[in-house]
Every structure is written in C-alpha cells, then in structure tokens.
C-alpha cells in the first residue's frame, strides 16, 4: 500500500490574502498566487504529516499517536478550505495546467462538512463516532467473560483456517453484530455530507467522489459498468468451480446452484479467497518450486531482498535509490519495540527521501511485496519534479496498480534470470499458480465493486434507511453471486461490518487498480517483447518497458488518467481483457471441469 497522505496545507497569509482583500473580481495572478500558495503549504504541511506519521508508525505510544493525528487533522482541514477556495476562481481565465490544480482542489475531499458551524461540528463527532465504534469493535460470544471477546484480527484467523461450518457461521455472524450500532449514525452521516457536497456544487457525496475521474459522473458508472461486463464471465467460472469444491465439502449447506454461503470462502466479507486455496487446488498443481524455500536455504538476508528488487527497476533504466532511502527504511521487525509492520511505500519530502516500511520475513509473498512496494517509490521519485498538487497517480487506482504491476513480473523466468531458480518449470504446472491467483484477484473485482455501487445509491437518495441491509444483500447477490448465512433485516447493518464504510474511504480505486495491473502488464510485456504466455512474462531488463513506464509515471496527475493511460498502453480506455489473456489457461482448464455442471446462481 502507499501511505496514505492528504496532501494539503494549512492556509497560511498568501493564500488567504490572495484576490479576496477588495472585493473586486479575482484576476488572473491572484489565481497564480493563490495557487502559489497552496502548492507551498501543501508540501509543507504533507512532510509534517509524513513525519510524524512515520514516527508514529515506528514507535507507537499515546504521544506519537497525538501527534500525527494532530498533523493529519491540519491538513485534513487546509485541504476543505482550498477545496472551498478555488470556487472563487472558477470564472477567471487561467492557463490550462492552472485550471487543472484548480479543478483537483475542488473534486480532492472525501468529505465535505456543511457551512452551518453546528452542523460541520456535528457531522466531524458522527464521523468519528463512526470509526471508533469499527476500531473498538468486537465480537463477545460470551457477555459473562470479557476476555472471550474477539477483535477483528481474531475474527480473520478463524475465517482464514476454520473449517468447521458452525464455527464459521459463529464467527461471521458475531462480527456483524458491531455494525447495528452504526446505522442511525450512518443515515445522518449521509445526510450531511451531501449537504457539504452540494454546497460545493455536486449533486450529493456520491457524485463528489466520481468527479475525479476526469468524466462525467455518470459516464464513470457507465464504464465501471462496462469493464465488469467483461470478466463477469470468468468469475462465474470462478465461482462455480469453487462451489463445487465448497459442496463436496459441506454438503448441502452449498446448493450446487444458486449463491454461496458468504461465510464458508476464507474471508469475512468473501473478497479474497485464497485462503480455501487447499479445498480447491487442482490436482497435480505443483508449481515444482517453491520460493519460499530457496531465500530459507540461501538465508538470504533482508537487505538482499530488497537489493534485488531494486535491481528489478534499475534493470528497466531507473536511477538506483538514494543513500537515504536504505538508511532510513524500516526491513526488519524491531525485537524493543511495537511497530506498525503492514507494509507501506512512503515519500517523506516529496522529493528524494523514500522509504519502505515493512517487516520482511524470508518468503515468496514478502519478495513479491518488496517489488510491489518499491513500485511506489519509484512512481514517487517519478513525479518529483511536478507543482505539488499533481504530485500523485493519475487517479487513484494507479499508484496501487503500479506496484502490483511490477509484482506480475516475478515469475519462474525471472527467478531464473537473476540466478535465485535453476531452471523455470514447464507451463503446464502453472495453473494451481493460476488458480491461486484468481482466487485472489478475480474473486476481488465484484466486491471492489459493489462498495461504492452500494454508497453511490445511498449517497443518491435510491436507496433509503429503511432498505440500506436489504440493498447491501442484493448487490452482494447480484455482483458476487453471494448470500448471507442466516436472514438479515433491517434491524441489522452489515456494510457497517467492513472497514471502508464507517471510516468512509472510497473503494472504487481499488476495483480499478486490479484491473489495471493487468491492462499495464500485458503493455508492457509486449513492449519488451515477450512471446510467452502472459502471465509467465517478465519486464525485468526491458529498456524499452522502462522508458514506456517512466513516462507515464511522470506525468503524475498533470494529465487526465486517460492520456496517462494511453502513454502506457496506447489506449485512453480501460481494458478488462488483459485478465482474461492472463487467466487464459485457468479459464480453459475450468471449462473442462465445468463440462456439464451448472454455471451461475
Ligand atoms: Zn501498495
């Protein structure tokens, strides 16, 4: 993940003064000025927050915390003044890019509080009530014994390794009942926001978050629409092998048509699959190697991994990291001290301090995780040059596709190229590779969907408080083909249960990003000329892939995505059917086993 960084500045003299002195209409170099300004604090503001941030991560006390919270609320509200602000230069005739960090300000905010002071100070307590009431959530199977009482990490274990039907249904079903608490909190959240949101000039919160996608918001709904279209067909596939494997498991809990059970797929909301991996391996799937292995027996230090990915971007052309970055980056899991271990990518100063945080253990995932990681970094250090309010992806779903792009090209060819595999195995071992992948990855795609599917309705007003459950389930039956393990009325609030929705963090992006991982890879796997089948092609050593990727990465976000996009791929639209190339010989081997059994729900 990247760090997660509002970039923006409390609005210190120049900004405020900036054209709004006089009352005389603002000119052209008060926009210049303004915009000046913003650029200044934003980046000055940006590297407080990372900076405390990163103290905060690695040395977690009360006073740390503070801290960064403190240096994250300035900017969280430097960042809704300026998204106010640059309203007033919406009539002045400024050059093209100007207008672009104009437009960026005002589509920037997830949340928009209203100008009524006792409403803003309202919606601000229901939103944090909201957050804590998920942070502090737990699940007690047993009131008389508190220290039963299950946290979400608890909750994932199980999901992650049970196998027992009843326990399962035990340990999905405590977990929603955190959420119920929300509800009434949620609908008013809601209609705040959309009061905030239309104060600025969007239809409600929904339609503020689409905006910034460089289209119409609706046109956006369209094409989310369309991309979906295109590998629904290869998750019905998914989905009808693995309920098979979940029939043979369970028996009749898992109709062989029809949805499944939403708590039997090892994940509490059902959107990663991989860990029923064992239940629906196909049979003499070896991949005939194990990575994981090799680095054990090698003892291959932590350093060197990360030496080794690094060797994969200045292989493609990239200038090697700087001093700092190995100075100052977190590999190991400190023995003194608690540290927040998921791993992130972070750009400190904006220019050349990057790091990587992350506590690194000997194994196939985290080499994989060090690529993906890097892949930020690099994308940082691209953009570096840019005003600082294009200092990002091209939209959101970029920055993450990036390093799971990078992440696709470590493969058997590639271990053997810098010498850590003898030899790469024959392709016909690829699809238990493939199969776990797609558990992963394309069991994702209708999940990452229907989050926002399900808030853009609620923001719009189509879905009112009393059917906000109902509306929940209906989606999650209509894109995921999954049904919940028991009733769920109107008296409970599942979307509550997953993270995203009381902390209020847009999910589209995510969506958007596993789909065009896909879409990069196959670019620039063809760039670099690969002949083998895609999902065995590797960009390491392609110059050509390099430069390709550079451009776009600096671009940052001067540009709308889609020319971004083009640069990359040649195309200025989003493309779902570099998953189905990449799948290909998983979606040959399911149809063979599906020959003759039902498909779909
Ligand atoms: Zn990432």
């Not at 003299?13 to 054209?19: K, N, T, Y």
């Not at 170099?29 to 103290?55: C, H, P, Y």
């Not at 929603?176 to 009061?195: C, G, W």
């Not at 989310?224 to 092998?241: F, G, I, M, N, T």
Request: net charge neutral.
């Amino acid at each position: 993940m990247k760090r997660a960084l509002v970039l923006a500045a409390a609005c210190v003299a120049i900004v405020r003064c900036a054209g709004s002195g006089s009352g005389a209409p603002p000119t052209p170099a008060d926009a210049k000025a303004f915009l000046d300004g913003v650029n200044d604090t934003m980046k000055r503001l940006g590297i407080e927050q990372s900076r405390a941030g990163w103290v905060q991560q690695n040395f977690i006390t009360d006073d740390t915390e503070a801290l960064a919270a403190r240096a994250s609320q300035l900017a969280i509200d430097a960042a809704a003044r300026f998204a106010k602000d640059a309203v007033r230069f919406d009539k002045v005739d400024v050059p093209t890019d100007q207008r672009r960090q104009l437009n960026l300000l005002k589509v920037g905010l997830v949340m928009a509080t209203p100008s009524d002071p006792k409403e803003s100070e309202e919606l601000t307590k229901t939103m944090a009530r909201l957050e804590s009431a998920y942070g502090k959530g737990k699940w007690c199977p047993n009131a008389a014994t508190p220290d039963s009482c299950k946290t979400i990490d608890d909750v994932t274990k199980i999901m992650a390794t049970s196998r027992n039907e009843k326990e399962l249904r035990a340990a999905w079903e405590g977990w929603h009942t955190i959420a119920p608490p929300m509800r009434k909190d949620y609908q008013r959240f809601v209609e705040l926001s959309n009061k905030g949101a239309r104060e600025l000039g969007f239809a409600d919160t929904g339609a503020m978050w689409r905006s910034r996608y460089d289209m119409p918001p609706d046109a956006f709904t369209k094409e989310l629409d369309r991309l979906w279209d295109q590998v629904r067909p290869l998750y019905v596939k998914l989905h009808a092998y693995v309920r098979l494997k979940l029939h043979e498991k369970y028996g009749e809990t898992v109709p062989v048509t029809g949805p499944i059970p939403a708590h039997l797929l090892g994940n509490i909301w059902a959107q990663d699959w991989s860990n029923i991996y064992p239940l629906a391996a196909p049979p003499r799937a070896d991949a005939g190697f194990s990575l994981t292995d090799i680095l054990e027996k090698r003892k291959m230090p932590a350093l060197d991994m990360v030496r080794a990915g690094e060797r994969f971007y200045t292989s493609l052309g990239f200038a090697p990291l700087p001093k700092t970055f190995f100075e100052r980056s977190l590999f190991l899991r400190p023995k003194d001290r608690d540290v927040v271990c998921h791993a992130s990518a972070w750009d400190i100063d904006l220019l050349e301090d990057i790091r990587i945080k992350m506590c690194i253990e000997r194994t196939a995932e985290d080499f994989t995780t060090i690529h993906h990681e890097l892949g930020h970094n690099f994308y940082q250090r691209a953009y570096k040059d840019l005003p600082v309010v294009f200092r990002d992806a091209a939209n959101d779903g970029f920055h993450e596709a990036i390093g799971d792009t990078i992440a696709l090209s470590v493969t058997p060819e590639y271990l053997v190229r810098i010498g850590l595999l003898d030899k790469a195995p024959d392709t016909s071992r690829d699809i238990g590779l493939l199969m776990k992948r797609a558990l992963e990855k394309i069991a994702f795609l209708p999940f990452g969907l229907l989050i926002d599917q399900w808030r853009w309705k609620v923001f719009a007003g189509d879905v009112a408080p009393a059917a906000y459950n109902k509306a929940w389930w209906d989606l999650r039956l209509k894109y995921q083909g999954v049904a919940p393990p028991s009733p769920r009325g109107e008296e409970l609030f599942d979307p509550g249960a997953k993270y995203h929705v009381p902390d209020n963090t847009p999910y589209t992006r995510y969506f958007l990003a596993a789909i065009l991982q896909f879409q990069f890879h196959r670019a620039l796997s063809k760039t670099a000329g690969c002949t083998l089948p895609l999902n065995r092609c590797s960009t390491y050593e392609s110059r050509a892939a390099g430069e390709r990727l550079n451009k776009m990465l600096s671009m940052g976000q001067s540009r709308p995505w889609p020319e971004a996009l083009e640069v990359l791929t040649g195309s200025k639209q989003m493309d779902a059917t570099a998953i189905l190339d990449y799948f290909a010989p998983l979606e040959k081997w399911l149809d063979a086993q599906l020959a003759g059994k039902a498909v779909g729900w």
